[in-house]
């Protein structure tokens, strides 16, 4: 075990030239547990570089056991010292080593690694954790009472699941990964029941007939865009276009028609018959601008009567998931999708957004279950619980964070679902897609001030690589 400290403090401390290469002194801040000895291990090694290390702790009083007392011993072997967090000033230094509190922690942080934090997360100056920012969880990726705010994170032969989603993915910062030399030995014991993924981990889809026609790929009907809510539908019908639906509809209130088909003749629009549309469609998307008058109740309620007698895929997001919050009576679809972002998921399953947040893997497996289908948890590290697994997508930034970008993904959803794609494989695949365009959409032309629909050509690039 003492060698496994000494690989993961090893793998730490070369990050450091990595990613802060102007860095001269650097300050390790330890705990008396096992994360500590990690960061005794980290600052020998500076030390031994030539960098200027200064170790400290909350907690320097207290008597070490075990590795953790090992690793002590050859830091103060090479003439280091440990010093009284409380007279440090962090700003003086060029990068502070976070090694106070590891993956044992269950219950809230206490004093004196509370007021420790605190004065670190004030500094300006960056941190790098060890294994996991001190105060967060790590199945969850919840703040126990509070938490580091990371830099960057090197964790350790498994990536735990709380650094890689909601709040939890916000602290840990950019997430390094080193398996010790251990990874696949642990991976035959312990089979880990989250999986991330990403749009590149997927081969590229089937090449298309070439005597198909344009019903080959699906008739796509977007149901939305109530009263002064166009834009939401509209998006959702370019992005099925865009990721290949063959024939896309979308029906929506009389006064939003004009809006809807200006500039995008290639959608099909239409305000009555819905009973004909959906005769006439193979997948449904419903919900984006749908609103919660009585035109959307009725909509609504004539949709779901339908589906009672004629099951298709279908995917459900924003006021139809408001509404369905409302629906007394189950309905079992062979292939349904929902996509709520945490307040959308908080009325689905009546608690607050604060339940939802508190364990996302958990909220997105109760969602599944109560629905029967697919689930698209959305924010940070989008969870997607389909087929029994679940799933954590790499994919995305905070640039995504804007209007509309839901209602696309709902449309390349629907897409997919159009082309013959299970809900389980179209949620995770088009999850991963959405987020990819949105990553490339970051790197052309920056995070701030990216619209929903600047991944058109991105979603179309992608899914024809």
Request: hydrophobic share 40%; with cysteine.
């Amino acid at each position: 075990m003492y060698d496994l400290m000494e690989r993961a403090g090893d793998a730490a401390f070369h990050l450091i030239p990595l990613n802060w290469p102007d860095a001269k002194k650097i300050i390790v801040v330890v705990g008396s547990g096992n994360n500590g000895g990690d960061g005794f291990v980290v600052a020998r090694l500076a030390k031994l570089a030539g960098y200027s290390v200064t170790l400290c702790s909350p907690v320097s009083n207290k008597a070490l056991n075990g590795d953790a007392l090992t690793a002590q011993q050859a830091w103060l072997a090479e003439g280091g010292s440990i010093e009284d967090e409380r007279q440090v000033q962090y700003g003086r230094f060029d990068l502070i080593v976070d090694a106070l509190l590891g993956t044992g922690l269950a219950g809230e942080v206490k004093s004196p690694f509370v007021q420790c934090i605190a004065r670190i997360n004030l500094s300006s100056t960056p941190v790098l954790s060890i294994d996991i920012p001190s105060g967060l969880h790590a199945d969850k990726g919840t703040v126990l009472g509070d938490a580091i705010a990371a830099d960057a994170t090197m964790t350790f032969v498994g990536v735990k699941s709380g650094l890689t989603t909601g709040i939890g993915k916000e602290f840990t910062g950019m997430l390094f990964y080193d398996d010790l030399g251990i990874g696949q030995a642990f991976n035959n014991q312990v089979e880990s029941s989250i999986k991330r993924v990403a749009y590149e981990d997927f081969l590229p889809l089937p090449r298309r007939p070439v005597n198909a026609h344009k019903g080959t790929f699906g008739r796509l009907l977007c149901i939305g865009g109530n009263r002064g809510m166009s834009g939401a539908i509209r998006m959702s019908g370019e992005a099925a276009l865009r990721c290949g639906a063959g024939l896309v509809r979308v029906y929506c209130h009389h006064q939003s028609m004009l809006q809807v088909s200006n500039g995008r003749p290639e959608l099909m629009i239409s305000d009555d018959n819905l009973s004909q549309h959906l005769d006439w469609a193979d997948c449904l998307v419903l919900g984006p601008g749908l609103g919660k008058d009585a035109w959307s109740r009725s909509v609504f309620n004539e949709v779901f009567s339908y589906l009672v007698h004629k099951d298709m895929p279908i995917v459900i997001d924003a006021d139809g998931l408001n509404l369905l919050s409302e629906h007394l009576h189950k309905i079992k679809l062979s292939n349904l999708i929902i996509t709520p972002h945490p307040a959308e998921a908080a009325r689905l399953m009546n608690c607050d957004t604060e339940e939802i947040e508190s364990n996302r893997f958990e909220s997105a497996k109760s969602l599944s279950d109560k629905f029967s289908g697919s689930c698209v948890l959305k924010g940070a590290g989008s969870v997607v619980k389909s087929n029994g697994k679940t799933y954590v997508c790499e994919d995305g930034n905070p640039g995504m964070a804007t209007a509309g970008m839901g209602d696309v993904l709902t449309g390349v959803l629907g897409a997919l679902l159009a082309q013959g794609m299970t809900a389980a494989d179209a949620s995770l695949y088009g999850t991963c897609l959405h987020g990819a365009a949105g990553d490339l959409a970051a790197e052309n032309n920056g995070q701030r001030g990216m619209l929903a629909s600047d991944l058109f050509i991105e979603l179309q690039r992608l899914i024809n690589s």
